[in-house]
């Protein structure tokens, strides 16, 4: 009986940790980014399968796009919305880019000026055709992309009609912006 | 000592069945998936706006607030479904999920190569049932299968900038998705 209990405690424990903590396989990491190209198709893993069920959401299709999350800073430090994060570089190749800010459970988060993302043809670019996102809680010149100056959130950079996807390796064949803590308060 | 050990090495084995059995069931069991979060809102075999992501409500998390969604939810137990949308000026994409939320099939705009995208959809049997004819043939005529019976078609406009979202919109409002 107590076998059984324990059973049960440690099946249903890994199954929550498996599910939360986000352990997808088949992840293309690059810099603090990662991508699960696989989840847009049908050979998407059981895991994802089950992660996308519990979250309630649509995995972006992969004739349609790819999306990549980043929970932390190139440091691997969590990104958090009480401190100022520049997001600053180029993409790689895609007809369209969004920059989108959410809460950990991917909500959209309320701020004063109503904007929770960028789109690639709405963002200022430098000279050179990089840009710089700052990411934080007050008012900055330039691309602002305000944090509410909630304690955690996460960004997803989504690229549409783009070469990326599951032929892509991690490394440095695909530029993607890096993410840097400036200051915190 | 060994009863012990036995004992533990029991608890660990039913542990990775029950863990297992938990994952491969949860897409079946989940009560708020998109599918259930789409039915709330949509009718069957018909297209529908799913309204902007704001902070306060979404149909669904992870929503990318630079797109205009429409929704079909599809039924396709009585024949197979025509479905067609005019394409915006910006992009637009047509992705297809099963029942589970499975992403199978997704295609754009410029992969259609036409002012319309145009598709017929069906299961494996309705195909496999299609007269062999000049007409099924044609190059032109795009047919996706369907793994699962039901599912949905989300159809989504980029808004690149607040003013395209009524050209968006519109396009999207002309989309159709009705049995043959």
């Not at chain 1, 293309?28 to 089950?50: F, L, M, S």
């Not at chain 1, 929970?71 to 190749?93: H, K, M």
């Not at chain 1, 000279?127 to 960004?155: A, C, H, M």
């Not at chain 2, 039915?39 to 529908?48: G, K, M, R, T």
């Amino acid at each position: 009986m107590l076998a059984l209990a324990v059973a049960a405690v440690i099946g249903l424990g890994t199954t929550w940790m498996a599910l939360t903590r986000g352990t997808a396989y088949g992840g293309v990491t690059i810099g603090a980014w990662t991508a699960w190209p696989k989840n847009g198709t049908a050979g998407i893993d059981p895991y994802a399968r089950a992660m996308v069920a519990r979250t309630g959401e649509l995995p972006v299709g992969s004739g349609d796009g790819v999306a990549f999350y980043a929970r932390t800073d190139n440091s691997g430090e969590g990104l958090d919305g009480r401190c100022d994060v520049l997001v600053s570089g180029i993409t790689p190749q895609a007809r369209f880019w969004t920059l989108t800010l959410y809460d950990p459970e991917g909500h959209l988060v309320a701020n004063s000026v109503q904007r929770q993302g960028f789109t690639s043809q709405e963002i200022v670019r430098k000279s050179d055709g990089s840009f710089d996102v700052i990411v934080g809680p007050r008012v900055r010149p330039g691309n602002w992309l305000p944090t509410g100056g909630i304690e955690k959130y996460q960004l997803v950079l989504r690229l549409y009609d783009t070469p990326i996807g599951m032929a892509t390796r991690g490394g440095t064949e695909a530029p993607m912006p890096s993410i840097n803590r400036v200051s915190c308060q | 000592m060994i009863r012990m050990a036995l004992w533990l090495l029991g608890a660990l084995l039913l542990g990775g069945i029950v863990h297992l059995a938990t994952v491969l069931l949860l897409p079946r069991l989940a009560s708020q998936d998109a599918y259930a979060r789409v039915s709330a809102i949509a009718p069957l075999n018909s297209v529908v706006p799913i309204p902007p992501p704001t902070p306060d409500s979404a149909v669904m998390p992870f929503m990318d607030p630079a797109f205009a969604m429409s929704v079909c939810r599809y039924d396709l137990s009585r024949g197979s479904l025509k479905f067609s949308v005019p394409i915006s000026q910006a992009y637009t994409s047509v992705s297809f999920y099963t029942r589970s939320d499975v992403a199978y099939y997704a295609i754009n705009d410029r992969a259609a190569g036409r002012r319309v995208i145009e598709l017929d959809l069906m299961t494996p049997a309705q195909r496999a049932d299609l007269p062999e004819n000049e007409d099924v043939t044609r190059a032109d005529r795009l047919i996706v299968t369907s793994p699962t019976t039901t599912g949905l078609i989300v159809i989504r406009a980029l808004t690149p900038e607040a003013g395209w979202i009524p050209a968006a919109r519109n396009a999207l409002a002309a989309a159709r998705c009705r049995p043959q």
